[in-house]
């Protein structure tokens, strides 16, 4: 059965710092896809980003930067430069591909979820 | 613009009532889903389909069900509503292999007196 891992429930910084997500998964398929969501206050869930398990290699987007790495079942989020905006819970989450003909992908498996706040 | 939309968006009902959730997409999208979400438990799936008159379960499908009749809709029905079904519910949508991205609704709270 796949897992995911999130083991800071509740994280605060001050405006300005570096902050990061951990992210833990377990699954027994060697193709999976792993994915960051944020939930803000008014509790709409935004994607960030996809991962296929096959691409290792780091993201950027402005201020986020991912960090997966197979090798310790890991895919952990960094906002740099953090702002006030960026108070949120994110989500992490991994699917693993439907297996019947004409593809689909199997439901996400979730996180719990880290809640961040960030203070002025 | 392409939309996954959910009605209503609060809901309050009571103990044993049945109670159906609209999901409604215009992605075109084969795949739907539904969710809930709960404090400490982040989104825990309930069911979700990949096409027209196909239906599976997920994590948490008891007192659940929900039918495909077409590829826009998948309404969520609660059979018999109970307190611990006092949740949020979200539905989303994906697209084909390689575009595995889940559009989420805005979500629907649903309170079980």
């Known amino acids: 059965a796949q897992k995911v891992t999130q083991a800071q429930t509740e994280i605060s910084v001050v405006e300005k710092e570096d902050v990061t997500l951990d992210c833990v998964y377990e699954?027994?398929?060697?193709?999976?896809?792993l994915f960051w969501y944020k939930q803000p206050p008014s509790g709409e869930l935004v994607f960030l980003i996809r991962?296929?398990?096959?691409?290792?290699q780091n993201e950027i987007s402005g201020r986020y930067s991912w960090n997966f790495q197979k090798s310790t079942s890991s895919f952990n989020f960094t906002i740099t430069a953090s702002q006030v905006v960026d108070s949120a819970v994110y989500f992490c989450?991994?699917?693993?591909?439907?297996?019947?003909?004409?593809?689909?992908?199997?439901?996400?498996?979730f996180g719990k979820g880290t809640h961040l706040i960030i203070q002025p | 613009d392409a939309e996954i939309t959910q009605s209503p968006r609060h809901k309050i009902t009571e103990t044993g009532r049945q109670v159906t959730l609209a999901c409604h997409q215009t992605?075109?999208?084969?795949?739907m889903f539904w969710y809930r979400q709960d404090l400490g438990h982040g989104l825990r799936l309930i069911h979700y389909?990949?096409?027209?008159?196909?239906?599976n379960k997920g994590e948490v499908s008891d007192g659940y069900s929900v039918s495909r009749s077409n590829t826009e809709d998948l309404p969520l029905t609660l059979e018999s509503a109970a307190s611990s079904q006092t949740s949020v519910y979200f539905c989303?949508?994906?697209?084909?292999?390689?575009?595995?991205?889940?559009?989420f609704g805005p979500g629907t709270r649903l309170t079980v007196l």
């Open positions: 389909s990949y096409g027209v008159q196909d239906t």
């Open positions: 991962r296929n398990s096959f691409d290792e």
């Open positions: 699954t027994r398929d060697t193709t999976y896809y």
């Open positions: 989303a949508s994906s697209g084909q292999e390689g575009d595995w991205e889940q559009f």
């Open positions: 989450a991994l699917s693993e591909p439907y297996r019947y003909s004409g593809g689909g992908a199997d439901g996400l498996t």
């Open positions: 992605w075109n999208h084969n795949n």
